[in-house]
C-alpha cells in the first residue's frame, strides 16, 4: 500500500539559522495513527508546522511526500485543501468572523479548489449539527467569533470539530490533550477514533502517554533534537511514562 | 409618482445623446494666493448676489486671523494657504479614445470592484457615445426629481436659482467661523451640491447614485447643503468606491444637513481620495466639516466609509435640538501604509428624549495612524436622553497605531451615556490558521476585515455596500506579508 506522507531526512531552521530539524524521517500509511511524543522543545510543533507550511520555518534538506506529491512545493492553503489537516497546539482567536461562517468558508474554499460548487445550507447545516454532537460542542460556541473568549477545552473541542467537518486526510494533532480534563480527554478522543477510517490517517503529537490510552497508536515514535530517536510499538508509551526520557537521550548520545 | 432608480436605468439606457456637451473653456486660472481680491474674483465669476459675496469676505477676514488647528493626532506639514490657486474653472479632462489608454492598474481596481464598463469609461475620462455622460442623466434625473418638488442642483444652481433657500439655511449648521478650515471654505468654496426635500416628500431614489461621475470633478473647496423639510425623508450618497485623483492636495470641505421637524436624512459617503504612495509620498489631505441639525422628532444618520487620503480629519456630527430627534454615526476609516486619520463624531443633545448612536470601526495596517474622536454631550436641558457608542479598533500587522478619544459630558441627572471599545488584531497567527483551513490570505483579510465592518457596511444602500466592502479588500492588499 502507498504511504499517506513520507518525510525523508527533513531538516528545518528558523530565518536566523537556529536549526530546529535535524532529520526527520517517518512514514504514515493509510489507516494508521501514529503517536509522535518528547520532551519540550524536542521540535514537535516544528514538525507540525512546517508540514502544515509555515514560513518562519526554511527547510534546508530533504522531501515531504504527500500522497504523490511534494508537499513542500504547495502552499499552506493548498495543503489543507489537498486534506492536511493541523490541529493547533495553540489555536487562535479570530475576531469579528463567526465559528459557522468560517468553517463554512472553509468548506467552499476547499470544493472551490477541486473544482465543486459551494455546499448547500441544507447539507452544511446538517453537517454541523452531525459533527458538534460527536465533540459536544455548546451550541452558543458555533455562532461566537472564531475562538474568541473559548475556554482552553473549547478551543481543543473546536479543532476536533473543525477536523470533523472537513474530512482531512491527514490529521495533525498537536497536543490536543494538553489542558483538558478527563471527560474532554475522552470527547476528543471518541472524535478522532470515530473519524478513522482505511483511507485516511493520523499523527498524533503529545508529552502525556494519558492520551494513548484513548486513542491506541499503531507506532510511538520518540521526537528528540529534531530527530525521531526510537520507534517502537505502543508499549513504548508506557516505558516513557514510566522511565521518562533521560535513558533514550543516554542510548543516543553514547551511539 | 414613485419613480424607482431601475426604472430609470432603463430609460437612461435607452436614451441618446442629448443635452450631453462637452465644453471646451480654457483652464480659467487665477493667481495663486488668498486675499479679498480673490474672494471678489470668485464671487464674480459665478455671478453671486452681493450678500453672498459680504458672507464670503467675512469669513475670510475671520479666517486671517486663525490659527490651523493642531488638536488632531496627526502629523504633516502644514499647506501654505498663499501657495495654492482658489480658483480654476471647471476642467474639462483630457478625452481619451478608448479604455486601452487608461492605466492598466486603474483599469484592474475598477473590474475588482465591479463597476461597469461604462461607468469605467467615465470615470477615466474615455469618451462615451451615450448615456453616461453627467449633464443628460443630470438633466433626466432632475426632470423627474422636480414632478415632486425637489430640488436637487449644484451649489452655484442653487444660489441662482433658489437664492431665498440658500440665504435662509447656508451656514446655520456650521458657521462661516466654525473651524479654520470651515471659514476657508467658506470664504473661497467653488461648487458642491443643494437638494431641498418639500414636506411629507419621501424621496424615492438614493440621491446622487447617478452622479458619482459628476462628483469626480468637483473641486477642493466643496459645499453641500441639504434640507429635509418636514417629514419628509431623503438617503444621500457622497463619493466614489472608484480611486479618485487630484493634483489639488488639500481639499476642505463642508456638508450642512437641516431635518425638519419628522424629517429623516441618512448620509452615506465613501471617500476613496488618493492616499499617497506606499511610502507615504503625495496623497489628499481631506479637512472636512459636516454635521447636522435636527429638529423635533426628526433624524439624522451619518454613514462612512473612509477609504482614501493621506491626511483626513472628520467629524460627522448631530445636533439634537428638537426634542426626541436622533443622530446616528456609523463608520468605517481604513488607514493603510502611511495613512493618517483622526476622524469621529460629535452628539450635542441639547433637547429631551434625544438619543444617539456611534459604531466607529477603525482598521489600521502598514505604518499607518487611526484615531477615534467623539464628543457625547447631553445639555442640562436634553432630559431622559441616551447615546450608545461602540469604538472598536482593528490592528493588522504590528507597525501601525490606533488611538480613541471619547469625551463624555452627561449634565442632567436622567440622561445616559454608554461607552464600549475594544481592539483586536489580525498577525500572522491568524492568517495562518485560515491557511491551514484552505483558506488563502486575501480570502482571510477580507473574511476578517468585513465581519469586523458588517454592521457598518449594512447602513449603506445595497449596491454601495457590495462595492464597499470589495474596497476594503482592495485598501488592505499587501498589508501583511
Ligand atoms: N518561531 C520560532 N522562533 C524561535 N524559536 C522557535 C520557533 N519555533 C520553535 N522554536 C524553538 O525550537 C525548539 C522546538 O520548539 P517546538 O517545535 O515548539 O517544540 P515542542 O513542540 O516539541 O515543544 C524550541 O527550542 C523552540 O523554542
Ligand atoms: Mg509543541
Redesign the pocket.
Known amino acids: 500500500m502507498d504511504s499517506i506522507i513520507k518525510i525523508k531526512n527533513l531538516h528545518a531552521e528558523?530565518s536566523d539559522g537556529?536549526k530546529?530539524l535535524n532529520g526527520v524521517n517517518l512514514e504514515v500509511k493509510p489507516g494508521e495513527i501514529h503517536a509522535i511524543m518528547?520532551p519540550?522543545?524536542?521540535?514537535?510543533?516544528?514538525?507540525a508546522s512546517v508540514l502544515a507550511g509555515r514560513e518562519?520555518?526554511i527547510v534546508t534538506e530533504g522531501e515531504v511526500e504527500y500522497n504523490g506529491m511534494d508537499l513542500l512545493d504547495l502552499s499552506p492553503e493548498d495543503r489543507a485543501r489537498e486534506g492536511v489537516f493541523l490541529a493547533f497546539?495553540y489555536p487562535v482567536e479570530i475576531p469579528g468572523v463567526s465559528n459557522i461562517n468560517f468553517l463554512k468558508t472553509s468548506i467552499n474554499e476547499i470544493r472551490a479548489y477541486k473544482g465543486e460548487g459551494p455546499i448547500s445550507a441544507k447539507e452544511f447545516l446538517g453537517m454541523v449539527s452531525e459533527k458538534s454532537k460527536l465533540v459536544e460542542l455548546d451550541n452558543k460556541l458555533k455562532n461566537r467569533s472564531v475562538n474568541e473568549g473559548f475556554s482552553g477545552g473549547e478551543k481543543k473541542r473546536n479543532e476536533i470539530f473543525q477536523m470533523a467537518m472537513l474530512e482531512p486526510k491527514l490529521a495533525i494533532l498537536?497536543e490536543t490533550d494538553s489542558g483538558l480534563d478527563i471527560d474532554a480527554l475522552r470527547i476528543v478522543a471518541h472524535g478522532v477514533n470515530t473519524l478513522k477510517s482505511s483511507e485516511n490517517a493520523s499523527i498524533v503529537?503529545t508529552h502525556y502517554q494519558r492520551l494513548l490510552d484513548y486513542i491506541v497508536p499503531d507506532i510511538v515514535h520518540v521526537?528528540w533534537n529534531g530527530r525521531i530517536i526510537k520507534s517502537g510499538p505502543k508499549e513504548l508509551a508506557l516505558e516513557l511514562e514510566d522511565k521518562g526520557y533521560d535513558w533514550l537521550k543516554k542510548e543516543v548520545i553514547t551511539e | 409618482m414613485a419613480y424607482t432608480e431601475k426604472e430609470l436605468a432603463k430609460e437612461l439606457e435607452n436614451k441618446k445623446y442629448e443635452y450631453g456637451f462637452v465644453t471646451d473653456v480654457e483652464s480659467d486660472v487665477i493667481k495663486k494666493g488668498l486675499n479679498e481680491e480673490i474672494v471678489r474674483i470668485i464671487s464674480e465669476k459665478k455671478n453671486e448676489p452681493e450678500w453672498l459675496l459680504e458672507w464670503r469676505l467675512s469669513a475670510f477676514r475671520k479666517w486671517e486671523k486663525m490659527e490651523e488647528p493642531d488638536w488632531a493626532h496627526l502629523k504633516y506639514k502644514k499647506p501654505n494657504f498663499q501657495d495654492l490657486h482658489y480658483y480654476a474653472a471647471p476642467k474639462t479632462k483630457k478625452k481619451l479614445d478608448s479604455l486601452d489608454e487608461v492605466d492598466p492598474e486603474i483599469l484592474k481596481t475598477f473590474e475588482r470592484l465591479g463597476i461597469p464598463l461604462e461607468e469605467q469609461k467615465a470615470l477615466s475620462g474615455v469618451a462615451v457615445d451615450f448615456v453616461m455622460d453627467s449633464v443628460s442623466v443630470k438633466t433626466t434625473f432632475s426632470a423627474k426629481l422636480l414632478e415632486l418638488g425637489i430640488i436637487f442642483c449644484s451649489f452655484s444652481e442653487a444660489v441662482q436659482n433658489h437664492p431665498d433657500l440658500i440665504k435662509k439655511y447656508l451656514g446655520k449648521v456650521v458657521p462661516p467661523t466654525d473651524n479654520f478650515y470651515a471659514a476657508l471654505n467658506s470664504a473661497v468654496f467653488s461648487d458642491g451640491s443643494f437638494c431641498y426635500i418639500p414636506k411629507g416628500v419621501k424621496c424615492p431614489m438614493e440621491l446622487s447614485t447617478y452622479f458619482r461621475i459628476n462628483e469626480a470633478n468637483t473641486g477642493q473647496f466643496e459645499r453641500t447643503l441639504v434640507i429635509a423639510d418636514e417629514d419628509s425623508y431623503v438617503s444621500y450618497l457622497e463619493g466614489c468606491t472608484a480611486p479618485q485623483r487630484d493634483e489639488n492636495q488639500l481639499h476642505a470641505a463642508v456638508v450642512e444637513l437641516i431635518a425638519l421637524d419628522g424629517a429623516s436624512i441618512k448620509y452615506s459617503t465613501v471617500q476613496n481620495w488618493y492616499p499617497g504612495d506606499e511610502n507615504g509620498i503625495g496623497g489628499i489631505f481631506n479637512f472636512v466639516t459636516k454635521r447636522g441639525l435636527c429638529e423635533k422628532g426628526s433624524k439624522i444618520s451619518w454613514t462612512q466609509v473612509e477609504t482614501g487620503s493621506a491626511v483626513t480629519w472628520k467629524y460627522p456630527s448631530c445636533i439634537l435640538k428638537g426634542d426626541n430627534s436622533e443622530g446616528e454615526f456609523y463608520s468605517v476609516a481604513v488607514t493603510n501604509n502611511y495613512q493618517q486619520a483622526d476622524t469621529g463624531t460629535k452628539m450635542i443633545h441639547l433637547g429631551k428624549n434625544t438619543k444617539s448612536v456611534i459604531i466607529s470601526k477603525g482598521i489600521s495596517a502598514g505604518n499607518s495612524s487611526n484615531s477615534y474622536r467623539g464628543l457625547v454631550q447631553m445639555n442640562p436641558g436634553a432630559s431622559n436622553s441616551r447615546n450608545f457608542s461602540q469604538c472598536d479598533s482593528l490592528l493588522i500587522g504590528d507597525q501601525c497605531g490606533a488611538h480613541t478619544f471619547p469625551y463624555i459630558e452627561v449634565q442632567n441627572k436622567s440622561s445616559r451615556a454608554e461607552h464600549e471599545a475594544t481592539t483586536s488584531k489580525i498577525g500572522e497567527d491568524q492568517l495562518f490558521y485560515c491557511n491551514q483551513r484552505g483558506i488563502d490570505t486575501e480570502k482571510a483579510i477580507s473574511l476578517i476585515v468585513n465581519g469586523y465592518a458588517k454592521e457598518v457596511l449594512n447602513k449603506l444602500p445595497m449596491e454601495f455596500a457590495i462595492e464597499a466592502q470589495k474596497l476594503l479588500e482592495i485598501s488592505l492588499e499587501g498589508s501583511v506579508g
Not at chain 1, 40 to 47: A, D, F, I
Open positions: 528558523l537556529t530546529i518528547g519540550n522543545g524536542s521540535g514537535k510543533s516544528t514538525l518562519d520555518y497546539q498537536d503529537i521526537l
